[in-house]
C-alpha cells in the first residue's frame, strides 16, 4: 500500500485497485460509449425494420402471384370443362354421321346386290323358262285361293 506521504506508487491491494478502477472506468465508458452504443444500436434496429419491410414487401408480391396463378387455374379448368362439353357435341355428331352413312352405305350395298341379281337372272331366263315361271306363280297363286 502507498502511503500519501510517500507520492505516486502502486497500489497492490486487489480489492482497493478494483473499485477505483471501476469508479473510474464505468462512468468513462458509460459517458464514452453511449453514443457509440446507441449509434450502434439505432442501425441495427435500421436494418432489422428494413429486412422486415422488404420480406413483408416480398410476402405481397408472391401473394400477388398466388393470387394470378389461382385466377389462370380457374380459368383453365373452366377451358378444360368448355373443351370436353365440345368434345362431347363433337362424338355425337360424330356417331349420328356415321350411323347415316352406313344406312347410306347398305342401302347402295342393296341396290347394286339387287342389280347384280336382276342382272343375272335375265341373263339366264330364256323365253321358255320364263314361261315356265309365269305358269308356276299362276299354279301356286291359284292353290292358295
Known amino acids: 500500500m502507498v502511503l500519501l506521504a510517500e507520492g505516486f506508487g502502486f497500489n497492490t491491494n486487489i480489492l482497493e485497485t478494483n473499485v477505483l478502477n471501476l469508479a473510474v472506468v464505468v462512468p468513462a465508458v458509460f459517458v464514452l460509449g453511449k453514443d457509440t452504443l446507441t449509434s450502434i444500436l439505432e442501425a441495427r434496429r435500421e436494418k432489422i425494420l428494413a429486412s422486415l419491410r422488404s420480406a413483408d414487401d416480398r410476402f405481397k408480391a408472391a401473394q400477388l402471384e398466388l393470387d394470378a396463378a389461382k385466377s389462370e387455374l380457374a380459368r383453365a379448368k373452366d377451358k378444360v370443362a368448355e373443351i370436353q362439353a365440345e368434345g362431347r357435341q363433337t362424338i355425337s355428331a360424330l356417331r349420328l354421321e356415321e350411323e347415316k352413312v352406313i344406312a347410306e352405305f ?20 330364256s323365253p321358255s323358262l320364263h314361261r315356265k315361271y309365269i305358269d308356276a306363280k299362276i299354279a301356286l297363286m291359284s292353290s292358295r285361293l
Do not use: D, H, P, Y
Open 106 to 125: 347398305r342401302q347402295q350395298l342393296i341396290k347394286v346386290a339387287f342389280e347384280k341379281a336382276l342382272t343375272g337372272i335375265k341373263s339366264r331366263m
